[in-house]
């Protein structure tokens, strides 16, 4: 997962300042690009699988009328 790395530095030896080690640290992605991918499945098959309601209208018969014309 997490690694410390405690290493030295530079190389010399004797005098001079005293300065304190830092540690470098380095995070293993792996699992959240795991859980990337298992997002991503989970919303493409959730979404595909939904089927989709629409509202019903009223619509009018389709009868035809024919006017007659006076003659």
Same mark, same amino acid.
């Given at each position: 997962?997490?690694?410390?790395?405690?290493? %030295? &530095? &530079?190389? =010399? !030896?004797? %005098? &001079? @300042?005293?300065? $304190? =080690? @830092?540690? $470098?640290?380095?995070?293993?992605?792996?699992?959240?690009?795991? /859980? &990337? *991918? /298992? /997002?991503? +499945? *989970? *919303?493409?098959?959730?979404? +595909? /699988? $939904? !089927?989709p $309601?629409?509202?019903?209208?009223?619509?009018?018969? !389709?009868? !035809? +009328?024919?006017e +007659?014309?006076?003659?």
């Open positions: 997962m997490a690694e410390i790395n405690t290493g %030295g &530095g &530079g190389g =010399k !030896k004797g %005098g &001079g @300042k005293v300065r $304190s =080690k @830092k540690a $470098s640290t380095r995070v293993d992605m792996t699992p959240m690009v795991d /859980l &990337g *991918f /298992l /997002l991503i +499945t *989970f *919303f493409i098959l959730a979404t +595909t /699988l $939904s !089927k $309601s629409s509202m019903t209208l009223n619509v009018p018969d !389709k009868t !035809k +009328t024919e +007659t014309e006076p003659i």
